[in-house]
């Protein structure tokens, strides 16, 4: 049987939140639409903050409308607090992600609080979240930023990454993110700092965000694979980073790390044609956006047999 | 104690022997000068083709001649036959990388001969180095191209790799390197290759030769590195490919190989920033070339400390 590997789609997230021109809101919703037929089974559609902080998500709303309505797609959406949180249930998304930094400096300039406030407003999110009536609540996901290196203060102490990822799960975390959000991590220390939290967080899904800031995102998945992960986050063409975190550059490239791990033999369930195909239509929306990958250019090895395939006719 | 890994710069080779313009002698020698200086222990400087068929390498004897003068370097050159190590012999050279692919259809678009007559020609050629005077024989190592896939025949047996692997070791070769020519590896698939290997072939230097065609070649350094692989090929800024292999880019990039390594706490013996100084030699002699990388983008992480003063400091 084939190892089932969930993927998720940041790229409309973290992907454009740095990139200063607005993406049609139909634009938006073709690549969801596209995405979600090539068998993303999650995309991270968009993030509830103020138009005027980040203008790119002014159509948060209607994105988060229109995506609900995609059928078998877990629609997820970034929350930086309270705020974001209520506007998520309200919209009824399926899934909250609430990210802090690891690193102070860093959670100090993204959500300008102490990494202990971080963690009371994630504790009071999961309060109002369980008050919702049965059938409306999303699931509620701690995400911890700079959790692999801090473009701030350097590396980060595996301690802290353990303890945060403790507190989130003990003030109600459904799942875990562990985010190398601006590429310093290496295979070495993913293996470390994802067998410390897996060694302290059990029963609870932990997915890995990995940019490719240096050149290590997809050899830090191979790392992680070897620790038990299978959730992984990326961007179609690679689009992304952090607008905090000076001289971050994209998330791992979401067509090369679906090739990689179908080539591997892992179930990604997604079309690696049909997700390539979505490029050209991400380019002709912003043909300013830096795309990134391999695969794109390279196309897939002669006679390539997706994993699905082989297995069948194995 | 840190695991010592040995880096092979093979730019000079791979690299150039696809780029039309020829790069003036001086200024591979300052790049070799210049790379041995930042600690590159070993540098492929040039092949012993005809001039007609690679006009890049019209200059192998001058580029060798003065290599081997550079102290502490090791000197190797590529050889497709018996007049290349002939060549290679004459000129002092200390090491000769013969080369076949073990795909039928690569090794005769590439050498124009079936494999068994490859083999042939290496046995013939390790006789002749045999009949050197002591100390005049170079190390000859056995290459096997397309060991990982071929862009004619697609995925390539095991067995077969391991088959011509056992063969060149039998015909004397001093150390093997396997090499995946057109980029279409996995980590899982390297992982299997380079296990059936070693368990044929003990006691021989085993080196990887990866691309990074799409996006894998990092992650098959990791998983090449849980094999017991210690000695990789690649190239600054990612020049390269093979001019018979139709699509295929470039080798890994090998500052962001050396960062990864360094930042696992592996010793390159390379000093990083003088490895990424070159890049701009290399643009300068060269403006049209293709420079990958993303170290050089991105510089090296806030407060970087390389492997060997980590080491001094715990």
């Known amino acids: 049987?084939?190892?089932?590997?969930?993927?998720?789609?940041?790229?409309?997230?973290?992907?454009?939140?740095?990139?200063?021109?607005?993406?049609?809101?139909?634009?938006?919703?073709?690549?969801?639409?596209?995405?979600?037929?090539?068998?993303?089974?999650?995309?991270?559609?968009?993030?509830?903050?103020?138009?005027?902080?980040?203008?790119?998500?002014?159509?948060?709303?209607?994105?988060?409308?229109?995506?609900i309505q995609i059928p078998g797609l877990l629609v997820a959406a970034l929350i930086p607090n309270m705020r974001g949180a209520q506007r998520g249930v309200e919209l009824g998304v399926h899934k909250l992600n609430f990210v802090m930094s690891v690193s102070e400096t860093h959670n100090m300039k993204n959500v300008r609080r102490p990494r202990e406030d971080s963690v009371a407003d994630f504790r009071e999110i999961v309060a109002m979240i369980r008050q919702q009536p049965e059938g409306q609540r999303p699931?509620?996901?701690?995400?911890?930023?700079?959790?692999?290196?801090?473009?701030?203060?350097?590396?980060?102490?595996?301690?802290?990454?353990?303890?945060?990822?403790?507190?989130?799960?003990?003030?109600?975390?459904?799942e875990l993110v562990v985010a190398d959000t601006v590429g310093y991590a290496d295979p070495n220390q993913v293996r470390e700092v994802f067998k410390a939290v897996l060694a302290e967080v059990k029963h609870l899904p932990i997915a890995a965000h990995f940019h490719d800031t240096r050149g290590t995102g997809l050899a830090n998945v191979t790392?992680?694979?070897?620790?038990?992960?299978?959730?992984?986050?990326?961007?179609?063409?690679?689009?992304?980073?952090?607008?905090?975190?000076?001289?971050?550059?994209?998330n791992i490239v979401m067509e090369d790390l679906c090739f990689m791990l179908d080539s591997m033999g892992l179930d990604t369930g997604v079309d690696l044609n049909k997700l390539v195909e979505i490029r050209k239509a991400i380019a002709a929306s912003l043909p300013d956006i830096a795309m990134h990958g391999a695969l794109a250019k390279a196309g897939l090895p002669r006679n390539y047999l997706p994993a699905s395939e082989r297995l069948a006719a194995a």
């Open 1 to 67: 049987m084939k190892q089932k590997i969930t993927l998720r789609e940041v790229g409309l997230r973290d992907g454009l939140q740095i990139h200063s021109t607005f993406m049609p809101t139909v634009d938006k919703m073709a690549w969801i639409k596209a995405e979600a037929a090539a068998g993303m089974s999650e995309i991270e559609v968009t993030s509830y903050v103020p138009p005027k902080l980040i203008p790119q998500f002014a159509d948060a709303a209607e994105v988060t409308e229109q995506s």
């Open 139 to 174: 699931i509620i996901v701690g995400g911890l930023s700079t959790a692999l290196g801090c473009s701030y203060e350097g590396r980060v102490s595996v301690k802290d990454v353990v303890k945060y990822a403790v507190a989130l799960v003990e003030a109600g975390a459904d």
């Open 223 to 250: 790392a992680a694979l070897d620790c038990g992960i299978v959730h992984f986050d990326a961007s179609l063409a690679g689009l992304g980073g952090c607008p905090f975190a000076p001289g971050a550059s994209g």
